[in-house]
């Protein structure tokens, strides 16, 4: 069987493709360059959009990325079932895609945040998080300025009562997110965000805080071989 193709989207101020790229392949999978200004996801199996700065952040982060040309071909896609991760900017384009509820805002502090950071694994019911164990802390690098995720009230009792949570803030809450809220995924559980960077901590040789960014790669891998 030949490798599985996860696309890997590259925006203008996107700066974490090549990171992302590298964790796709580090895996075993094959890493499919796309360009935000394409009609063309060239028949990929899974889509990573990794993080950045779209567009330079103008409006909205991800407001201005969520228009783009490759957008109107990946959002049905996703609706009808492509599995879809998207880390920091990439949660902030979902979320403005309205692929997932709710949206990220200025950090309650309203400083930009670089740091390693524990976050619980809620949910291992999705495509991308099948590998870990619920209750699992694991430790992913954070940096943003916009991360504190934000949602009315109805939507934050859909989320916890359906088990949409997949990962939360532990030792501390970085940045406000409601409900120490990390990550998030859609009904069906193909398409998750989150604010972490499972990228950058897949390899010791990089000097990451981890490695533990591997299982979200290897959960789409069997999740692809065993459809």
């Not at 009808?80 to 895609?97: R, S, Y």
């Not at 998750?192 to 490695?211: K, N, Y």
Request: net charge negative; proline share 5%.
């Amino acid at each position: 069987m030949s490798a599985a193709r996860v696309g890997v989207v590259t925006f203008p101020g996107t700066l974490d493709d090549q990171d992302a790229a590298r964790a796709v392949r580090l895996a075993g999978a094959e890493a499919v360059p796309l360009w935000h200004a394409d009609h063309d996801l060239k028949g990929v199996d899974a889509v990573f959009l990794p993080g950045g700065f779209s567009y330079g952040d103008y409006l909205r982060c991800g407001a201005i990325s969520r228009f783009s040309p490759l957008m109107t071909e990946l959002i049905p896609a996703a609706q009808a079932g492509l599995p879809v991760l998207g880390t920091c900017n990439g949660f902030q384009i979902l979320c403005e895609a309205h692929l997932l509820p709710g949206a990220l805002t200025r950090n309650e502090g309203l400083h930009y945040i670089c740091r390693d950071q524990r976050i619980r694994v809620e949910s291992t019911r999705t495509a991308w998080t099948a590998d870990f164990a619920d209750g699992q802390e694991i430790v992913l690098p954070i940096k943003h300025g916009e991360g504190r995720y934000v949602a009315d009230a109805a939507t934050l009792a859909a989320l916890e009562g359906e088990g949409r949570v997949v990962f939360r803030y532990a030792g501390g809450n970085p940045n406000g997110s409601l409900n120490d809220i990390a990550g998030i995924t859609n009904e069906a559980g193909n398409i998750v965000g989150l604010m972490p960077h499972p990228e950058h901590a897949v390899e010791d040789l990089t000097g990451a805080p981890s490695v533990d960014g591997r299982h979200f790669f290897t959960s789409i891998l069997k999740r692809l071989v065993n459809a």
